[in-house]
């Protein structure tokens, strides 16, 4: 690898130049049968060729439709954003208005999530609206949910399973600084609560359970001078608690924030939380950095991110935290069906810093008996999120999807496994002659 060439813009991080529709070339094992849908996976893909950090390239999502235990095609397409039309150009002044002082939030790059909601597909990034996309990638424009979105919002909601809502936050880098949002099955947003915060922190994902929702105030603090700089607008300040704020899901706007303090540290994401039956704690899952950006440090600099468990206590006041595992991993998800509840199962994918690392993992956690199964892929194979798909009633009867690049081919294939037995050889591999590069976030959507 040049040295000249930056960690985000290496080896499968490189972007791809082309928007396609395609046929794959070949298919490895067999497709399950019931499989009818389209498998979709959304990350930074700069259109110039560069970007300044690993956030800030141009969304593309990438998806597969399978059918009938057929894989009938790939595509890939940019979402089509201000920064799509103004490829270069800074994102500070395309949507910061001088002469008002507003912040216009349909300027985003769209390119860390995609999610489903009352019958749309959004594509996400926590710094501005949302923007729905067809099924066939094609771009519609910026929800706002009839108006009521007047933040960002997450790249991270949550949909309950049991009441169908959809519960989401958005950040600001001015007061108020966090907004709490809750919308209906049917997509109408029926609560809108300020949640009080000292200052602008990057909030980049949060936690439910079956009553409340759990916010992570985390010393990585806005930096207005390294944003004009052009870096990521973002430093650890040891200044600054890390904590977590609990607030009751349909809680009024004097309902107090319960906040526990922990041990500092950043997290990337939560696989899960819930309340005992008792109701008398609450615990979260996730995985946790000791630090992030320290000192002016670079891109994602601050310890591997490991699956580690905090248990909140809410009669003292107390936490107990600890790790669950010593292997760095990343991406963490559970079964839709158990999201905000007591769960078994949680999934991540092994994580590291090096651009061509030597093979991905993926992992199966039991965390009643603290088991971990592995899924290694071949030498020379990498792989993103592993999103759980179910077949049946049981939690982790299903499959894990994902994203996989084979460096001596130069080419991706979609893997399928038995997420109840890792360690056998994938069901399938639709097989690619184009490259995905290394993104984020992505789901899986029945037809």
């Not at 107390?318 to 069906?337: H, I």
């Not at 007591?342 to 991540?348: A, I, L, P």
């Not at 999103?387 to 994203?403: K, S």
Request: charged share 20%.
């Amino acid at each position: 690898m040049s040295e000249t060439v930056p960690l985000h813009l290496a080896g499968n991080n490189a972007p791809v130049a082309d928007e396609v529709t395609l046929e794959p070339s070949k298919v490895v094992g067999a497709i399950p049968a019931e499989l009818s849908g389209q498998f979709f996976r959304n990350g930074p893909n700069p259109r110039t060729g560069w970007s300044p950090h690993s956030f800030a390239g141009d969304g593309m999502i990438h998806t597969i439709a399978l059918e009938g235990g057929r894989a009938r095609w790939y595509r890939n397409r940019y979402v089509r954003t201000p920064l799509y039309d103004h490829p270069g150009q800074s994102r500070l002044a395309l949507a910061f208005n001088q002469e008002t002082g507003r912040i216009d939030y349909r300027v985003t790059t769209a390119n860390t999530h995609l999610i489903t909601h009352a019958g749309r597909l959004f594509a996400l990034e926590e710094g501005g609206f949302p923007y729905e996309v067809t099924p066939d990638l094609a771009t519609i424009g910026a929800h706002t949910f009839d108006g009521a979105l007047r933040t960002p919002m997450t790249a991270h909601p949550k949909t309950c399973p049991i009441t169908g809502e959809l519960l989401f936050f958005g950040y600001r880098l001015r007061p108020p600084y966090l907004t709490y949002y809750r919308a209906s099955a049917a997509g109408e947003v029926v609560q809108t609560r300020v949640v009080d915060v000292p200052r602008a922190t990057m909030m980049h994902d949060f936690a439910v359970t079956r009553n409340h929702v759990i916010f992570m105030d985390l010393p990585v603090v806005f930096d207005p001078a390294q944003a004009a700089a052009g870096g990521p607008p973002w430093r650890w300040d040891d200044g600054h608690r890390a904590r977590f704020g609990v607030l009751a899901r349909t809680a009024g706007d004097e309902a107090p924030v319960r906040w526990f303090d922990v041990a500092p540290c950043y997290v990337w994401h939560t696989m899960n939380a819930f309340e005992d039956p008792q109701g008398d704690t609450i615990t979260v899952t996730g995985t946790r950095v000791p630090t992030l950006w320290r000192d002016g440090a670079g891109d994602l600099a601050g310890g591997l991110p490991v699956v580690y468990r905090w248990t909140l206590h809410l009669t003292s006041g107390a936490v107990t935290e600890e790790p669950l595992d010593d292997a760095p991993s990343e991406y963490p998800r559970v079964a839709d069906s158990v999201l905000g509840l007591s769960h078994r199962f949680g999934y991540t994918t092994s994580f590291s810093l090096d651009a061509e690392p030597e093979r991905s993992e993926i992992y199966a956690y039991d965390l009643t008996g603290g088991e971990r199964a592995v899924h290694r892929l071949p030498p020379g194979h990498t792989c993103g999120e592993a999103v759980f798909v179910p077949r049946g009633t049981a939690e982790n009867e299903g499959y894990l999807m994902t994203f996989a690049h084979d460096r001596g081919a130069g080419t991706s294939y979609l893997a399928i496994l038995n997420a109840a037995d890792l360690a056998a050889p994938p069901l399938a591999e639709v097989h690619l002659p184009v490259r995905i590069p290394t993104g984020f976030h992505g789901n899986w959507i029945p037809a």
